[in-house]
């Protein structure tokens, strides 16, 4: 039996909970000894046979037993914390996206880099099973060449406060729900080098809400004649809708995570839960099972537990994130100008990628 790596948790919201549960159920090789939050952790520990409860995430990483820090908080916040982190001597599961600059990003990976520790980025649709199997396919040669990838994630709008708020996100649904489609497009095209990136953006459903844009557009040439083309949305009702679909020269195939996998339910009376934002339950409705099992969480959380192990290589680390950021930042420019952007690319210095889309419009 294998050492169980020692997980310490920062932040207790949605994704801290799903984290915790898919270590707690699917992950044997791994312990939650540790949570910090400034707002609920000693519940959110004993509610859950946690056996240590922070308020300051810094406390935590005194704990020499812990050997990796899992990070789930407001965006603003992943730089210091993987900083932290790091300078504590902990290796780093990081959700997604990476930071909010390219200088943040370095700094990250430099610094994990300098103290030895991995720096491993949450992203989940690469271990989502049906995702997975659209890219095992490619790999049996079942469509040929790929040349173009859709994905799509959308809903009607995110849980917490600060998601709107620009400043703490650093942008809308491109910088929420894009970094998704944009890692898993990337991925299954064999990550070629990007060519340029165009994107179409707007807010149209929640201006009362949010200086983010609500709903998303890009597209994403890459080298040896390879397009991903990714749509996100906050402003589409009837719970998560995620999906994609691939063409090669041989054929192609299309994968839909949720409402492929679901019950198709009608209930006059609705019932506890059917899928992740979905609200209603009556009418209708695609119920869930298995959830966090068919998003990949808590194979994503075995497969970082077993690089911590030495046993695997990590598929999705912070340079990955890092470009992922690189082009968000083009897509954010290029709907702002209304142009495409070329690469080699290097953004023009500002605080947050939505910035550049704001100062071109
Ligand atoms: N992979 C996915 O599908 C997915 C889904 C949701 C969220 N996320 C990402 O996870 C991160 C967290 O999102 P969420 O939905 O859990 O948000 P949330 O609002 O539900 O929870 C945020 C948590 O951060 C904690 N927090 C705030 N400030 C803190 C601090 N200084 N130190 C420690 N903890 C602090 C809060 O107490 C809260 O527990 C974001 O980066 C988000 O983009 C990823």
Known sequence: MD???????????????????????????????????????????????IPNAYSDYRKMLEDKSIDVVDIGIPNYLHHQVVMDAAKAGKHIIIEKPLCLTLEE?????????????????????????????????????AIGTPFLAKQSEEH??????????????????????????????????????????????????HKNKTEGEDHSYAVIEYEGNKIAMIENSWAKGGGVDDRCEIYGDKGHTRADLLRGSSLLT?????????????????????????????????????????CVLGKENCIVTGEDGREVLK???????????????????????????????KRGK
């Open 105 to 141: 990003a370095d700094e990250m990976i430099d610094t994990c880099k300098k103290e030895g520790v991995l720096l491993m980025y949450a992203e989940e649709l690469l271990f989502a099973p049906k995702y997975v199997r659209a890219k095992t396919l490619i790999e049996e040669g």
């Open 3 to 49: 050492k169980k790596v020692k997980v310490g948790i920062v932040g207790t919201g949605f994704v801290g909970d799903i984290h915790h549960a898919s270590f707690r159920d699917w992950v044997p090789n791994a312990e939650v000894v540790a949570v910090s939050s400034p707002n609920n952790a000693s519940e959110f520990a004993k509610s859950r046979g």
């Open 327 to 357: 082009i968000m930042y083009a897509a954010y420019q290029a709907a702002g100008e209304g142009r495409k952007i070329e690469f080699p690319y290097d953004p023009p210095k500002v605080n947050k990628p939505i910035d550049l889309w």
């Open 156 to 205: 009607p709008g995110p849980h917490n406060a600060w998601f709107w708020d620009v400043n703490r996100s650093g942008g809308g649904v491109m910088m929420d729900m894009g970094c998704h489609s944009i890692e898993y497009t990337r991925w299954v095209l064999g990550r070629p080098k990007v060519k340029s990136v165009t994107a179409f953006m707007d807010t149209f459903v």
């Open 266 to 306: 009608y209930s006059e009376e609705g019932y506890g839960y059917a899928v992740e934002k979905s609200g209603v339950t009556q009418g209708y409705t695609f119920t869930m099972f298995e959830e966090i099992w068919n998003y990949g969480f808590p194979q994503e959380m075995q497969h970082f537990v077993n």
